[in-house]
């Protein structure tokens, strides 16, 4: 006889009950109160309504340096600059001006290469407008305007453009300031001489002031041995102290009387040579330039371009250009000129 099986009660299973969860109560988010904004009193000027826009960003750039001491990094603008083979060819064909700055852009060690020449030449016969920006003298715009092949030059820091008209055979001069008031502006400047001569050993007139008509240029690095950054601050103050405005290029301090830059000048050029606002052309311009000096323009002209040796500007300057080549100066702009023309044949 089998044995009755043993049924083996099951063990009642612990339900081990689920732990009620910890809702942890949300932070009530902090709200920062927005800052009012320090509204800086506009100065009272007369400007045209398609110029204002241009006077106000570059106004913005200005500020934007005024209140960067030290330096701060760039504020405004593209973050980084691309390769220049990157610009891509719709853009690059609808190029109508090249404007340029002359020191370190054409030039390379103070020489003007053929290759720049060359460039400027292949880019005017292509029908494109090449128009040098510089803060060098009147005497050398003159023989620019006359000889070079472009179509106008903006020289001495804004003071002035002049366009040689071939077929009448007559130099078109047109200035920011008149006569009466550069020969004014003349004597002011001379007490700025003397003193910054006496205060900051080592600087010189530069060697190019006898062809100027606007402004006085101390050299501080072109003529002479290189002076540390705060000799050159020590002549800037000397203008600044004076009440005239002063800029720091790669080798002098410009300083001028009067309320006008190299950007002024151009959208007055642009108005009065191609009958059209600045502002209207702004995406067919192309600015090339190499230094901090160039901020403002590398600001405003979406398709700026910056020559090699502006790389090692990037961390003190207050705007970089779009793209930037793989040569330096002179060498660089003929890199941008070839793409440039390259484009036009892409598809
Ligand atoms: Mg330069």
Redesign the pocket.
């Known amino acids: 006889m089998k044995p009755p099986c043993t049924v083996i009660p099951e063990k009642p299973r612990t339900v081990i009950p689920e732990k009620p969860r910890t809702v942890i109560p949300e932070k009530p988010r902090t709200v920062i109160p927005e800052k009012p904004r320090t509204v800086i009193p506009e100065k009272a000027r007369t400007v045209i309504p398609s110029e204002a826009r241009d006077l106000r960003a570059h106004r913005c750039v200005k500020w934007r340096k005024h209140l960067s001491r030290p330096f701060r990094p760039r504020q405004i603008g593209v973050l980084t600059m691309n390769p220049i083979s990157h610009w891509p060819p719709a853009p690059r064909r609808a190029v109508t001006h090249v404007l340029c700055?002359?020191?370190?852009?054409l030039t390379l060690g103070g020489r003007l290469p053929a290759a720049a020449y060359s460039a400027m030449e292949t880019l005017t016969e292509a029908g494109l407008h090449v128009i040098p920006v510089t803060g060098r003298p009147a005497g050398w715009c003159d023989h620019i305007a006359r000889m070079w092949p472009v179509a106008a030059v903006v020289g001495e820091n804004g003071a002035f453009y002049f366009r040689y008209d071939g077929e009448n055979r007559r130099m078109i001069r047109r200035y920011a300031r008149s006569r009466e008031a550069r020969a004014a502006d003349r004597r002011r400047l001379e007490e700025i001489r003397k003193r910054v001569l006496v205060e900051v050993p080592g600087c010189a007139v530069a060697a190019d002031q006898a062809y100027r008509e606007a402004d006085l240029a101390i050299d501080f690095c072109e003529d002479v041995a290189p002076l540390p950054m705060d000799a050159v601050d020590r002549i800037v103050a000397c203008f600044t102290d004076a009440g005239a405005r002063a800029k720091i290029?790669?080798i002098h301090v410009n300083g001028w009387f009067g309320d006008y830059d190299k950007l002024t000048m151009t959208v007055r050029l642009f108005a009065e040579v191609f009958g059209v606002t600045l502002e209207s052309v702004r995406q067919r311009v192309v600015f090339v330039?190499?230094?901090p000096?160039?901020a403002p323009m590398f600001a405003y002209f979406p398709h700026a371009v910056g020559v090699a040796n502006v790389k090692p500007f990037v961390e003190r300057i207050e705007a970089l250009p779009a793209w930037v080549t793989t040569a330096e100066g002179g060498y660089g702009f003929a890199e941008m000129a070839e793409l440039l023309l390259a484009g036009r044949s892409e598809t």
Not at 101 to 105: P, V
């Open positions: 700055d002359i020191d370190d852009t290029s790669s330039g190499d230094s000096n160039d």
